[in-house]
């Protein structure tokens, strides 16, 4: 089969999946939880884990990550080159990651608890925006990163993000995949088929599928809509900020990795501009909070300076010390 094939197959399945979730909406929902504690609380999990409940979750965690880990390790010893058709180790991942997802439904319908019951909220949150942050860094060469212009990053730099992004992604995918229990509000059903196209999308690594512009495109995308449901559903009153936040990203950077005309991004910059003074006029945010929009794309682009100077100080760092054992061999030597 064509990755493109699959591609769509894969949409499909995740779709159906994801409504599998709903069709067994009952079970998980029937577990009593304890009161929700605030903004650092996640609130879908046991008040008593139990020895089962906590062994499952990180077992089979940690068997699918190092499983997926393997695949890509193989892929790069290997040195497979981009096919349209599938390559045998697509199928594998196909297969693998089908299979951690039957356990994870299983292990929710039986021990319900996932890994939420160990680490915090913020960890999982903070893998998908790690992911998005760089995947922004992995596409500056192609789209640039402020209106089509590229930064000038440092060549060893792309090249480490490019060779081991893989990894980084996958870890994101699958822990925040097995981080919370098949529960089946809004927020874990779009939650959960992000993470099912994800795991699609490593899946097909070394597949001209895997960078189709529109399909990454919808990849990059889909957190918006994750993102406002959850605000709405958690009754919260600041979805604004989610929205403009991440269209601002598209207007800023996404848009100009896509074949689109002069005239349609101008037309976009518009309606976005008209929809920001419509939404915050008309509702409790007020015109006066319309800064908002500003958060998540500083935060982004935050972290993207940030880790290029944390890279560059390493990188400084090793070559300072390089020069320096140099020195010194080189006087001993003389001496």
Same mark, same amino acid.
């Given at each position: 089969?064509?990755?493109?094939?699959?591609?769509?197959?894969?949409?499909?399945?995740?779709?159906?999946?994801?409504?599998?979730?709903?069709?067994?909406?009952?079970?998980?929902?029937?577990?009593?939880?304890?009161?929700?504690?605030?903004?650092?609380?996640?609130?879908?999990?046991?008040?008593?884990?139990?020895?089962?409940?906590?062994?499952?979750?990180?077992?089979?965690?940690?068997?699918?990550?190092?499983?997926?880990?393997?695949?890509?390790?193989?892929?790069?010893?290997?040195?497979?080159?981009?096919?349209?058709?599938?390559?045998?180790?697509?199928?594998?991942?196909?297969?693998?990651?089908?299979?951690?997802?039957?356990?994870?439904?299983?292990?929710?319908?039986?021990?319900?608890?996932?890994?939420?019951?160990?680490?915090?909220?913020?960890?999982?949150?903070?893998?998908?925006?790690?992911?998005?942050?760089?995947?922004?860094?992995?596409?500056?060469?192609?789209?640039?990163?402020?209106?089509?212009?590229?930064?000038?990053?440092?060549?060893?730099?792309?090249?480490?993000?490019?060779?081991?992004?893989?990894?980084?992604?996958?870890?994101?995918?699958?822990?925040?995949?097995?981080?919370?229990?098949? *529960?089946? &509000?809004?927020?874990? +059903? @779009?939650? #959960?088929?992000?993470?099912?196209?994800?795991? %699609?999308?490593?899946? /097909? !690594?070394?597949?001209?599928?895997?960078?189709?512009?529109?399909?990454?495109?919808?990849?990059?995308?889909?957190?918006?809509?994750?993102?406002?449901?959850?605000?709405?559903?958690?009754?919260?009153?600041?979805?604004?900020?989610?929205?403009?936040?991440?269209?601002?990203?598209?207007?800023?950077?996404?848009?100009?990795?896509?074949?689109?005309?002069?005239?349609?991004?101008?037309?976009?910059?518009?309606?976005?501009?008209?929809?920001?003074?419509?939404?915050?006029?008309?509702?409790?945010?007020?015109?006066?909070?319309?800064? *908002?929009? &500003?958060?998540?794309? +500083? @935060?982004? #682009?935050?972290?993207?300076?940030?880790?290029? %100077?944390?890279?560059? /100080? !390493?990188?400084?760092?090793?070559?300072?010390?390089?020069?320096?054992?140099?020195?010194?061999?080189?006087?001993?030597?003389?001496?």
């Amino acid at each position: 089969m064509t990755g493109r094939q699959v591609l769509f197959l894969g949409i499909f399945i995740s779709i159906l999946l994801t409504y599998t979730i709903w069709l067994g909406r009952d079970i998980p929902a029937s577990i009593i939880k304890l009161p929700d504690q605030g903004l650092s609380w996640y609130y879908w999990k046991l008040p008593n884990p139990t020895f089962w409940s906590r062994v499952t979750a990180w077992s089979l965690y940690l068997g699918h990550q190092f499983s997926i880990w393997a695949c890509i390790w193989w892929t790069q010893q290997t040195q497979l080159k981009y096919k349209t058709v599938l390559h045998p180790i697509n199928y594998l991942m196909l297969a693998l990651n089908g299979l951690f997802i039957a356990l994870h439904f299983l292990q929710t319908y039986i021990w319900y608890d996932a890994l939420a019951q160990d680490t915090s909220i913020w960890a999982s949150q903070g893998a998908v925006i790690l992911l998005l942050v760089f995947v922004l860094i992995l596409e500056t060469p192609r789209r640039g990163l402020f209106f089509g212009h590229t930064v000038p990053f440092h060549q060893e730099f792309l090249r480490i993000i490019k060779v081991y992004h893989g990894y980084f992604f996958s870890f994101a995918a699958i822990y925040t995949f097995w981080y919370h229990p098949m *529960e089946a &509000t809004a927020g874990h +059903l @779009i939650g #959960f088929l992000y993470m099912f196209l994800l795991l %699609l999308q490593s899946s /097909l !690594i070394f597949n001209r599928a895997h960078t189709n512009r529109w399909w990454t495109f919808t990849l990059e995308i889909t957190v918006l809509v994750h993102s406002v449901v959850v605000s709405w559903m958690l009754g919260q009153t600041k979805w604004p900020t989610f929205l403009f936040g991440f269209l601002g990203i598209l207007l800023l950077t996404q848009l100009h990795g896509l074949p689109v005309s002069s005239l349609t991004k101008s037309s976009i910059y518009g309606i976005f501009l008209v929809s920001v003074i419509a939404v915050y006029g008309l509702t409790e945010r007020g015109l006066g909070r319309i800064y *908002e929009v &500003t958060y998540i794309p +500083l @935060i982004e #682009f935050g972290l993207v300076g940030m880790i290029y %100077l944390v890279f560059m /100080l !390493i990188l400084w760092t090793f070559s300072h010390c390089k020069d320096l054992g140099g020195r010194v061999l080189t006087k001993g030597m003389h001496e």
